[in-house]
Nanobody
Framework: QVQLVESGGGLVQAGGSLRLSCAVSGRTLSSFAMGWFRQLPGKEREFAAAISWNGGRTRYADSVKGRFSISRDNAKNTVYLQMNSLKPEDTAVYYC?????????????WGQGTQVTVSS
């Protein structure tokens, strides 16, 4: 009965910033590691960022490292993805998901996703 709802996407100029949110219900957020994934147009869904259950460790795909930052607020059952220095190549639907650890395995609790479009 876990439900994930992503929000915060939109249209932004290259070099700009967006902050995505993932609200979790059905289970306490502290029970899981959390991750952000994205699906580029015409591509398969790919890993972007992950954070351990206690926030002690984060990891990022090389494509977003240094520009994106994942964080969590377990008291609010919410995970965030701060995206800076956005590039047109970041245009994608962004999803969050829960997992056993920040290295996986990941569950199948995908939400609707939120669209991020970066213009030149």
């Amino acid at each position: 009965q876990v439900q994930l709802v992503e929000s915060g996407g939109g249209l932004v100029q290259a070099g700009g910033s967006l902050r995505l949110s993932c609200a979790v219900s059905g289970r306490t957020l502290s029970s899981f590691a959390m991750g952000w994934f994205r699906q580029l147009p015409g591509k398969e869904r790919e890993f972007a960022a992950a954070i351990s259950w206690n926030g002690g460790r984060t990891r990022y795909a090389d494509s977003v490292k240094g520009r994106f930052s994942i964080s969590r607020d377990n008291a609010k059952n919410t995970v965030y993805l701060q995206m800076n220095s956005l590039k047109p190549e970041d245009t994608a639907v962004y999803y969050c998901n829960a997992g056993t650890t920040d290295l996986g395995p990941w569950y199948n609790y995908w939400g609707q996703g939120t669209q991020v479009t970066v213009s030149s």
